[in-house]
């Protein structure tokens, strides 16, 4: 294996691959390594519509191999370690990849461990379901079509997740579905969150919470999910404000875990004190190492995790690398617009679009605050076509 490449890009998700394929626009291919083990890519925005019975779930899952740029180098195996003071990787079968300019992609770490009880409850399909990986999240669909009344809990912890909406956005769903099955005049829907409120953006929050009050979904927040005893179908909060814990009865939960920076990257110079990669939240650039980028989830940027919001990234990483290259000042930046398409029922999404400073940056000529049937169109169909022939191939 060549073990030298001009410019290494470690991840082949969303933003790996779309930093690539605009990468080849003006570098020679041969010149590029992605280190990418997986043999699959998932669209994950679309999980929330399959757990909600709206795709099945293999609508979100292409081979991995179709979106490698024709000529960039795919290392089929993991990192298993970044020494960026050597500009190498180490991989996991031991060998030692050199690079001249690193782009660090890995996503997120999904921590299923943090919830007591979590794996085991997930083993026993016992009224337990989460979205977050392609292997469970047909299973919100069993258990949402099945449910016959009772308490469905709805959950989000304190840390930062993939696209900060989607633990509300299956309990919309499931409330929509529950009222066309007939069991939702006796069913109880909680969600509980350990963030402080529904939304970080104020106008989308408020068009949130009237969402919530005219579905009666009750609302509980700085609660975070410590612990799931599946047998007694009790799920056990932590409440962030005073420490104490609270015991709540089910008979569904879908629960979204703890996610934080991947292992390797917390365990490396690249990470600020938080384990995301740090690096200038304008330029994408790592505060320490000039000849290392990053961007999307496992990036420091103070912005929700989205791929909308890499979208926007991943032109910044690719303009400001080349000028590195060519000893050019970066002036490319990133102003921290991201995008959560909040799906609020079965036709109808709520679409925030919105930038660092918490302002809305809205694409379209009408209030996006409001729900409306042509942006639930555009998330269904019309962004899985975008992302696939158009994000992934470098066009935006």
């Not at 009222?179 to 068009?207: E, L, P, Q, W």
């Not at 490396?268 to 989830?297: I, K």
Request: charged share 20%.
């Amino acid at each position: 294996m060549q073990s030298h490449y001009p410019v290494v890009i470690a991840g082949g998700g969303t933003a790996g691959l779309t930093v690539a394929a605009q990468l080849v626009d003006t570098l020679d291919p041969s010149r590029i390594a992605i280190v990418e083990p997986s043999t699959h890519h998932f669209y994950q925005p679309l999980w929330t519509l399959v757990g909600g019975g709206v795709f099945p779930k293999e609508e979100s899952r292409r081979d991995q191999a179709d979106y490698i740029p024709t000529g960039v180098a795919w290392i089929k195996e993991y990192v298993s370690a970044f020494e960026p003071d050597q500009n190498r990787l180490i991989l996991k079968n031991g060998d030692i990849l050199t690079y001249e300019y690193l782009v660090v992609a890995l996503g997120i770490q999904i921590d299923w461990d943090r919830v007591k009880g979590l794996r085991a409850a997930l083993a026993e399909r016992n009224g337990v379901c989460s979205n977050y990986s392609y292997e469970t999240v047909d299973r919100t669909w069993e258990n949402i079509r099945s449910f016959k009344g009772g308490v469905a809990l709805f959950t989000q912890p304190s840390t930062p997740v993939k696209c900060g909406g989607a633990p509300q956005k299956i309990a919309y769903l499931a409330d929509d579905y529950f009222r066309r099955s007939g069991v939702r005049n006796n069913t109880t829907i909680k969600f509980f969150s350990g963030m402080g409120s529904i939304f970080s953006v104020k106008k989308y929050a408020d068009s949130l919470m009237s969402v919530c009050r005219r579905k009666g979904i009750e609302t509980y927040f700085q609660h975070e999910l410590v612990e799931i005893n599946h047998r007694q179908k009790e799920a056990v909060f932590k409440n962030l404000t005073n420490g104490e814990h609270v015991t709540v009865r089910y008979d569904m939960i879908h629960v979204t875990p703890p996610m934080s920076s991947p292992d390797v990257i917390k365990q490396s110079t690249l990470a600020a004190p938080t384990g995301w990669v740090e690096v200038d939240q304008f330029s994408l650039q790592h505060t320490r190492y000039p000849n290392v980028f990053a961007l999307g989830d496992c990036s420091s940027l103070p912005t929700s995790k989205t791929g909308a919001a890499i979208r926007k990234q991943a032109p910044v990483v690719v303009q400001n690398l080349l000028a590195a290259m060519e000893g050019r000042p970066l002036d490319a930046v990133y102003d921290g617009y991201t995008s959560c398409p909040l799906v609020t029922g079965y036709g109808s999404l709520i679409l925030a679009e919105f930038d660092y400073k918490l302002t809305p940056k809205e694409s379209f000529p009408f209030d996006q605050s409001k729900e409306r049937y042509s942006m639930y169109a555009l998330k269904a169909y019309g962004l899985p076509a975008m992302y696939w022939n158009g994000m992934l191939r470098g066009r935006l």
